[in-house]
């Protein structure tokens, strides 16, 4: 994935592969983490909208400023344990998918400078626009595939919170 329509392709058809497998998840394992510390599908999805200003305000930061400095997001280290299981599914998903149509808008009007404007990231050796979004659309499948593999568990050890 190294053009850059693909890569809007791809964050555009997320929501696509996203909500339904999430809707596929019974409810009795929507929420259920697989180990301590580990996502529950839920959290997953949660995780997806949550995300999402970030990136816009970091795609601003980048085109505006001469010299941008891309401090990482480190949900495990920097939220509340149960931050993403609070969050009303529903109401994320939704989020999701508008966030989601804003940015591909977005993308597609960012003209060709756009996309190699650079910034400081300290996880990463080079970081562009592009690279940003192809990361972008990589983490959403990552989550994706998070999901189903919560989805298609096998067996579930007896739930040591019921």
Same mark, same amino acid.
């Given at each position: 994935m190294n053009s850059i329509?693909?890569?809007?392709?791809?964050?555009?058809?997320?929501?696509?592969?996203?909500l339904p497998l999430v809707q596929e998840v019974p409810p009795d394992i929507l929420k259920r983490?697989?180990?301590?510390?580990?996502?529950?599908?839920?959290?997953?999805?949660?995780?997806?909208?949550?995300?999402?200003?970030?990136?816009f305000n970091w795609l601003e930061l980048m085109l505006r400023d001469p010299a941008p400095v891309i401090r990482p997001y480190m949900p495990?280290?920097?939220d509340p344990d149960d931050l993403l299981l609070r969050m009303d599914l529903d109401a994320s998903l939704a989020q999701f998918v508008a966030d989601r149509r804003r940015l591909v808008?977005?993308?597609?009007?960012?003209?060709? *400078?756009?996309?190699?404007?650079?910034?400081?990231?300290?996880?990463?050796? *080079?970081?562009?626009?592009?690279i940003?979004?192809?990361?972008?659309a990589l983490h959403d499948f990552l989550h994706a595939y998070r999901i189903e593999e919560l989805l298609l568990r096998p067996n579930w050890p007896a739930d040591p919170y019921s």
């Open positions: 329509p693909a890569v809007i392709d791809a964050l555009r058809r997320a929501p696509e592969i996203v983490r697989p180990a301590p510390r580990r996502w529950s599908a839920h959290e997953h999805a949660c995780h997806l909208a949550h995300v999402h200003s970030l990136f495990g280290d920097q808008a977005r993308l597609q009007a960012l003209d060709p *400078t756009g996309w190699v404007r650079t910034a400081e990231h300290e996880e990463y050796r *080079t970081y562009s626009v592009f940003m979004f192809r990361h972008l």
